[in-house]
C-alpha cells in the first residue's frame, strides 16, 4: 500500500528530530567563543565606529543591517542555530543589553592573523582579539566573585571556558592583503611567519583553559568579484571557473600549512580537541557546480554595478550612492539573492552561507570526521 500523506509527514517528523537529537549530542557545548574576520563579524567592527553597513546589508532575514557584512545570517549564526544556541553578541556592542552567558563573538571585519598595521582596515588583530577574550573573561569572572547571582543570567560561569568551543575563522585578509603589494612567490613565502603567529594565538588561549577548537581554513578567494576586478584582467590568469589562480594558489598552501599546524597541536596538547573544517573545498564544490545547488550566478555579485560578467565596482559599495563620470549611480542589491552566491562582491549571500553551513554539519569535510556519527545533511524546510 502507497504511504499516505499523514504517514510521510511523521516519518519526515521522526527522521528530523532523529538528526536534530544526534547533532545536539555532537555539538553540545555550554557556549561559544569567536574570532575572525567578516566571515564571521556579527557587528564588532561597526560597534568600533569604523565602519558603517546600510540598506539594503540585513534585507533577507533580519530586515535592517545586522551588523554582519551580508544579507542576512552568517556561517556562524547557522551553525549555531543548528547547536540550539543563541546568535553570538559581538563583544564591543555596549547597547541594547547583550547577552554573554552562552557565548561572545570577538571577529572582526577586515581583521588579520598578523598585526595590524596603519592602512589596516580593521585594528583587530587575532592577537588582540584573544587579548580582548582574556580581558572579557578575567572580568566576566570578577564580576560574577564580587555580586553573586546578580550576573549570573549574563555572564559564563567559569567551568564555560573549558567546556565552551572555540571557533576560528581567519587568514583569508592576511593572503589577500598580501597580493597587493607582493608576488606570488613572495605571499607562498610568507605563509609560514602567518602561522606561527597563529599557532601563538592558540597557545594562549589554551593557557587561558580552552580545549575545543574548529579551525575553519580559508575558501576560495580567487573567486571573489574584488580579487577577479583587481588581479583577473588578464584571462590567462583565471582558472576555468573564471577564478584568479593565483590566490587560490596561495589560499590552498595557506590551507596545507594550517591543517598541518592543527595536527600537530592536537598531538602536542592531547587534552585538546581540534577540528579542521575544510571550508575551501566545499566553497570550491558550491562555484562549480552552482546550478544543482539551484544558484544561477556563481562568481556574479547580487549587490553592485556594472552587470555581467561580475556586477562590480571598487568605486562604489553595495548600497553607497556616488557621482561617476558626472552621473549619479547607487550600488543595488539584486531581485534574488538566493539565486548569487557571492553578496557584495567580498562576502557571501546568506543562502550560500547556508549551503556552506550545512555541508559543515555533515561531517565529511572536517578532520577528524564525524560523519560516521552525524547523517546530517540537508535542511529539511516544512
Known amino acids: 500500500m502507497a504511504p499516505t500523506v499523514n504517514n510521510l509527514s511523521v516519518v519526515l517528523f521522526i527522521f528530523i528530530s532523529f538528526l536534530s537529537s544526534t547533532l545536539s549530542l555532537i555539538l553540545k557545548y555550554p557556549a561559544i567563543v569567536n574570532f575572525g574576520d567578516s566571515n564571521s563579524d556579527t557587528g564588532n567592527l561597526i560597534s568600533a565606529g569604523i565602519e558603517s553597513v546600510n540598506p539594503p546589508y540585513g534585507q533577507t532575514y533580519f530586515k535592517l543591517p545586522s551588523g554582519r557584512y551580508c544579507d542576512g545570517r552568517l556561517i556562524v549564526d547557522f551553525l549555531l542555530d543548528a547547536m540550539d544556541m543563541p546568535f553570538l553578541n559581538p563583544y564591543l556592542d555596549s547597547l541594547g543589553l547583550p547577552n554573554f552567558k552562552k557565548g561572545c563573538n570577538f571577529a572582526a571585519a577586515g581583521s588579520t592573523i598578523l598585526p595590524a598595521n596603519p592602512t589596516s582596515v580593521s585594528p583587530f588583530s587575532f592577537d588582540l582579539q584573544i587579548s580582548q577574550f582574556i580581558r572579557f573573561k578575567s572580568r566576566a569572572l570578577e564580576l560574577l566573585a564580587k555580586t553573586g547571582r546578580r550576573y549570573e543570567k549574563y555572564l559564563p560561569p567559569s567551568d564555560y571556558y573549558a567546556k565552551g568551543l572555540y571557533l576560528i575563522d581567519i587568514g583569508q585578509n592576511d593572503i589577500a592583503g598580501a597580493f597587493y603589494s607582493k608576488t606570488l612567490d613572495q605571499v607562498l613565502a610568507s605563509v609560514p611567519s602567518t602561522l606561527e603567529t597563529f599557532e601563538a594565538g592558540l597557545k594562549r588561549l589554551y593557557k587561558e583553559g580552552a580545549r575545543n577548537f574548529w579551525i575553519h581554513n580559508t575558501g576560495p578567494l580567487g573567486c571573489l568579484a574584488q580579487n577577479i576586478a583587481k588581479f583577473g584582467t588578464d584571462s590567462t590568469k583565471l582558472d576555468e571557473f573564471g577564478c584568479v589562480s593565483s590566490h587560490n594558489q596561495a589560499a590552498k598552501l595557506f590551507n596545507l600549512q594550517l591543517h598541518a599546524l592543527s595536527n600537530k597541536f592536537q598531538a602536542q596538547l592531547p587534552d585538546s580537541n581540534v577540528t579542521y573544517i575544510d571550508i575551501f573545498s566545499i566553497k570550491s564544490n558550491l562555484i562549480a557546480n552552482y546550478s544543482q545547488y539551484g544558484f544561477e550566478n556563481p562568481i556574479m555579485v547580487c549587490c553592485g554595478i556594472g552587470g555581467a ?41 546568506e543562502a550560500a552561507n547556508h549551503f556552506v553551513s550545512d555541508q559543515i554539519l555533515t561531517g565529511k569535510y572536517s578532520d577528524p570526521a564525524f560523519s560516521d556519527q552525524m547523517p546530517f545533511l540537508l535542511s529539511i524546510k516544512l
Open 309 to 349: 560578467p561580475l556586477n562590480y565596482d571598487s568605486r562604489i559599495s553595495c548600497g553607497q550612492t556616488e557621482v561617476l563620470d558626472g552621473t549619479t549611480i547607487t550600488a543595488k542589491a539584486c531581485n534574488d539573492s538566493s539565486e548569487y552566491i557571492i553578496w557584495d562582491g567580498i562576502h557571501y549571500t
